[in-house]
């Protein structure tokens, strides 16, 4: 199975944006050109997420993320602000092959089983946004990394999978946007119990740190933002080093 390198744009308003532990965010670029340059690199898969519509209890903005699907010819995930099924749907329609789910799975678990039943588990990700309590303890945040859930992360996981999700976006709050590397101890609690793929997110530094979180933590797919976004790496390049450390992925055009 060849892994997937994955970038990641989080949306607010017209802007692609980025922070530091899911805050501070700056503008980094236009949604439609990144998603069109990452295509052109080479990703296997793109998510764009809306990172502000449920913090703001408004749904997220359809257009702008059909205009994103337009762009590219890859599997897209899309996510941000989803309360219903028609939500979903609504992704569905605008170009989305998959949609991710966080604030409102963790108020309604039974949106969770409610859409699998009606677009299948291959279109249904759980995004858990984990935030370390105490050693080999992380609590799922929500709303853009900024509000308590009060659950253990591992938990949350374990109960959506029995609802039927089939992939999981794990993102460390705690390492999201440092360029440090991805936090391993999160990443293999996660999957060492889980049968579905797990995308990691949160703290890729280079290829050196992909191949850690492929190799020991077993994660399926990257998802990479700010070594991306800033210009530290093309997908091309991090795809030639994954190969030379016999990882197989898709060969960058």
Not at 230 to 243: A, F, H, M, P, R
């Amino acid at each position: 199975m060849k892994v997937r390198i994955i970038p990641r744009l989080d949306i607010k308003g017209p802007n692609v944006v980025k922070g530091i532990h899911m805050e501070g965010l700056r503008v980094v670029g236009e949604p439609r050109a990144l998603a069109r340059k990452y295509y052109e690199q080479g990703a296997d898969e793109l998510i764009a997420m809306d990172s502000v519509a449920s913090l703001y209890g408004r749904s997220p903005d359809f257009d702008l993320m059909r205009s994103i699907a337009n762009e590219l010819f890859i599997p897209l995930t899309m996510g941000g602000g989803i309360q219903s099924l028609q939500d979903i749907n609504n992704f569905l329609r605008a170009g989305a092959d998959k949609v991710a789910i966080n604030t409102f799975a963790t108020r309604r678990p039974e949106l969770l089983a409610e859409a699998v039943h009606q677009f299948g588990s291959q279109c249904i990700v759980l995004s858990v946004e984990a935030k370390r309590t105490s050693p080999g303890k992380w609590e799922p945040y929500i709303e853009g990394g900024r509000e308590h859930t009060g659950l253990d992360a591992i938990e949350w996981i374990k109960r959506a999978l029995d609802l039927g999700v089939g992939e999981i976006l794990l993102t460390s709050v705690d390492f999201d946007g440092t360029r440090k590397g991805f936090d391993l101890e999160l990443l293999t609690a996660v999957t060492s119990f889980c049968p579905v793929p797990v995308v990691i997110h949160g703290g890729a530094k280079d290829a050196a740190s992909l191949t850690q979180a492929i190799k020991e933590g077993k994660a399926d797919a990257v998802c990479v933002a700010s070594i991306l976004h800033y210009d530290d790496t093309t997908i091309g390049n991090l795809k030639k080093e994954l190969s030379a450390n016999s990882i197989p992925v898709r060969s960058a055009p």
